[in-house]
């Protein structure tokens, strides 16, 4: 289960556009909105790395959200 939440909420934190943040991860501004209001179902892993890494977020931060309840 992708946690898109997580996206959009460091990105706001950040207070980064789609724009700036399409800037720094090298995928597209329309991909990531899509991504963040769940029109792209399945995003490619690749854009996923991508987006974490600029947002300075783990994958697992993206992929398993719920590990961060976890002890």
């Known amino acids: 289960m992708l ?3 997580t996206i959009k909420e460091k990105r706001k934190e950040k207070k980064w556009s789609q724009t ?3 800037q720094l991860s ?3 501004q329309p991909t990531i909105s899509q991504i963040e209001n ?3 179902r399945y995003p490619r892993f690749e854009n996923m790395k ?3 890494e600029a947002l300075d977020l783990k994958l697992e931060d993206i992929f ?3 590990h961060k309840d976890m002890k």
Do not use: N
Request: no cysteine; charged share 20%; glycine share 12%.
């Open 26 to 28: 090298g995928v597209p």
């Open 20 to 22: 700036y943040l399409a």
């Open 38 to 40: 769940g029109t792209r």
């Open 64 to 66: 398993l959200p719920s």
């Open 50 to 52: 991508k987006i974490a």
């Open 3 to 5: 946690e898109i939440k």
